[in-house]
């Protein structure tokens, strides 16, 4: 009892710290601009890892890049982080917080790039937020040193997900609801 105990509340820590990720800045327009920033060079990573993926982007509706910290204690994990969704040339900031359940031990800083084949399922995702999906991974990578780039399943078809690992060490498989939601006070 007292080694759950003690899990738990580790575990607790784990979730609050994630809990306070959010853009660097202190004004509105810097939080916007390190966004928007994250979203650039995600971007530029995707494209020279996965060429493909430029000329897949230009038959999309739109999309939405995020920033992740995942973290992964024994069966619980927990994330949160922020991003764009860029449709017909409007931004939308938005956060994000997910929740799962699964063997795994780690902490990952990734960044999701989700391409949407169609307008109604963008505006679903912006105005809705919800997705729900499991994942697998394996990924270690610490500065220039390691790394991954890898797909993750969406429960929509009309949703295609990729993810690129920043830095971390992670062995999880995990099934995790997520909630993307408008940031009310990025989008004033």
């Known amino acids: 009892m007292e ?7 580790i575990f607790g ?20 601009a ?3 920033n994250m979203a650039s060079e995600t971007l530029a990573d995707l494209y020279r890892e996965e060429p493909e993926a430029k000329s897949r982007m230009a038959k999309m509706a739109g999309y939405a890049v995020f920033s992740n910290i995942n973290t992964n204690l024994f069966l619980f994990s927990s994330g949160s ?3 764009v969704a860029h449709s017909g040339g409007k931004k939308t900031y938005m956060k994000m917080y997910s929740l799962g359940l699964g063997p795994g031990l780690g902490l990952k800083d990734f960044r999701a790039v989700f391409m949407f084949r169609d307008q109604d399922t963008l ?15 394996a990924a270690a990578k610490s500065d220039e040193k390691g790394g991954a780039v890898g797909g993750q399943a969406s429960v929509d078809s009309d949703i295609v997900i990729y993810t690129l690992t920043e830095a971390g060490v992670a062995l999880q498989a995990t099934v995790a609801g997520t909630k993307y939601w408008k940031n009310d006070e990025l989008n004033q």
């Not at 306070?20 to 327009?29: L, N, Q, R, S, V």
């Not at 505006?123 to 994942?135: A, D, L, S, T, V």
Request: contains cysteine.
């Open 3 to 9: 080694q759950l105990m003690r899990t738990l509340s």
């Open 13 to 32: 820590l784990i979730v609050m710290m994630s809990a306070c990720t959010g853009p660097k800045g202190d004004t509105t327009a810097e939080k916007k």
């Open 34 to 36: 390190f966004i928007d």
């Open 81 to 83: 982080g922020y991003g």
């Open 123 to 137: 505006n679903k995702f912006i105005e809705e937020g919800w997705e729900f999906g499991g994942h697998a991974d």
